[in-house]
């Protein structure tokens, strides 16, 4: 079975500050990661994939997030938070192999202040 | 089509009614999957399709929801005889197999009166 934890449903920041959003899986097997953005009344836009490959992976606008086998994460960060930002964010896992399904955590909003 | 679409945008039905909710895939995304997000449980995995192979429906909370996917493109779930507590946002995604990565439809609304 595989599962998610996000570590706090909201969070806020000033705009221009360092955005962190944590998330912990686990997983039987080795794990795709994934980030995803939710705007009001809008589906859900893929931020970045973790797949294998590089442990640090960039993804849209301006967000990367590291895998951490040894801590079991994949924290989502951005040097300088946006208005734009302010959204909310899930963290998803799924099997390796062919394309499966996701397992989403429970979401972090995101609240971005001047 | 650039994208995943879904209709309708929004649905009210009465209680004990069916509904349909339709699917329109990313053209050539052999993998379909529906989720479904309320408040109560987030955002849950209900059913996928990939390409011929039998659905895995492990997702499906009861026997009065079911998907079928018609020539490996568009998509329909229904729910019969409805409850309150399928209220919620149906999200359909697509995805092409070997890319892992799924892309979501806007959603529907589903509102039980």
């Known amino acids: 079975a595989q599962s998610v934890t996000q570590l706090g449903s909201h969070v806020s920041v000033s705009e221009g500050a360092l955005v962190l959003l944590r998330c912990n899986y686990s997983s039987s097997v080795p794990p795709y990661l994934f980030w995803y953005v939710q705007y009001p009344n809008q589906g859900l836009q893929l931020l970045l994939k973790y797949t294998s490959a590089a442990t640090l992976v960039k993804g849209i606008n301006g967000f990367e997030a590291e895998f951490k086998k040894s801590e079991t994460s994949f924290h989502l960060t951005k040097p300088s938070a946006h208005m734009s930002d302010a959204a909310e964010y ?25 | 089509g650039a994208g ?42 209900l059913i996928y399709f990939q390409g011929n192979s039998a659905p895995d429906k492990s997702g499906l909370p009861s026997d009065r929801f079911s998907a079928e996917r018609t020539g490996g493109s568009v998509s329909t779930l229904t729910i019969q005889r409805t409850q309150q507590e399928d209220s919620a946002v149906y999200l359909c995604a697509a995805g092409s ?17």
């Open chain 1, 90 to 114: 899930f963290c998803a896992v799924s099997r390796t192999g062919t394309a499966s399904k996701l397992t989403f955590g429970t979401g972090t909003r995101l609240q971005v202040t001047l």
């Open chain 2, 97 to 113: 197999g070997g890319a892992y990565e799924q892309y979501f439809g806007p959603g529907t609304r589903l509102t039980v009166t």
């Open chain 2, 4 to 45: 995943v679409s879904q209709s309708p945008s929004n649905k009210v039905t009465e209680k004990g009614k069916d509904v349909e909710l339709r699917c329109d895939p990313i053209s050539g995304h052999t993998a379909l999957y529906w989720y479904r997000q309320s408040l109560g449980q987030g955002l849950e995995f």
